[in-house]
């Protein structure tokens, strides 16, 4: 209806406006209001036929923000973690200070056989954990310097009560209860929130769960990790 331009010129009152924003928007768990995607690809549709008649400054500046906001909301998800610790670990990208090397972290190339706990793997790439309570598995091999981008897809959690999360560590891990350790940096499903020697306060991602992909950002040199979620 909107393609007629008559109707479009109707449909940019602030009531109509407002109405198909909603739709665009996240709760404050980062999750949309809306679950469905044939509703939110409908609201762009519209917006993109009615934007062209709109004349208020405001009204088109609401427009752009919120449709950019709704573009990195479920395409970018980053965040930088400075974790507190007194051993081998991150330091601020506005610290210049010299700080020691950075530990040995693990990578994406495949889970490695020799590094598990309650946790097996099958065809080197899917990480399998057992029921014999908590458990961690790592990749392969080390990193030592530089940038490195990877993914995990979670193929299999229980929805509502997931136990998995996704991250970092340094080896030999000796404590790998997230609520505690001070040798991984991690991402919890559950609840979205940040651990590395505790919960870190303040910050927090969306949850996630089964069919999620998380990609994981390191970089090394900068001492800073972020986390992307492509939405399911």
């Not at 909301?73 to 010299?98: A, C, M, Q, Y």
């Not at 193929?155 to 030999?172: D, F, H, Q, S, Y």
């Not at 990609?215 to 001492?223: G, N």
Request: glycine share 6%.
């Amino acid at each position: 209806m909107v393609w007629n331009e008559a109707i479009a010129k109707i449909c940019i009152s602030e009531e109509w406006t407002n109405g198909l924003l909603r739709i665009l928007q996240m709760d404050a768990n980062g999750s949309p209001l809306i679950k469905s995607l044939r509703p939110r690809l409908l609201a762009i549709q519209i917006l993109r036929k009615i934007t062209p008649h709109m004349k208020q400054k405001e009204q088109i500046e609401t427009c752009g923000d919120v449709l950019f906001q709704f573009l990195s909301d479920t395409h970018w998800v980053p965040l930088r973690i400075v974790p507190e610790t007194n051993s081998k670990g991150f330091k601020s990208v506005s610290d210049t200070s010299t700080t020691s090397d950075p530990p040995e972290i693990s990578s994406d190339c495949c889970w490695s056989s020799e590094k598990l706990t309650s946790c097996a793997v099958e065809d080197e790439s899917v990480l399998i954990h057992s029921t014999g309570g908590r458990g961690y598995g790592l990749a392969s091999h080390s990193l030592t310097a530089g940038r490195h981008v990877w993914k995990i897809e979670i193929l299999n959690e229980a929805r509502g009560n997931e136990g998995t999360c996704v991250g970092i560590a340094k080896w030999p891990v000796s404590d790998y209860s997230h609520r505690t350790t001070r040798d991984m940096w991690l991402y919890r499903a559950y609840s979205g929130n940040l651990y590395h020697n505790g919960e870190i306060q303040g910050r927090s991602l969306p949850q996630f769960s089964q069919d999620d992909s998380i990609t994981c950002i390191l970089d090394i040199d900068a001492r800073t990790l972020s986390f992307a979620k492509e939405w399911s």
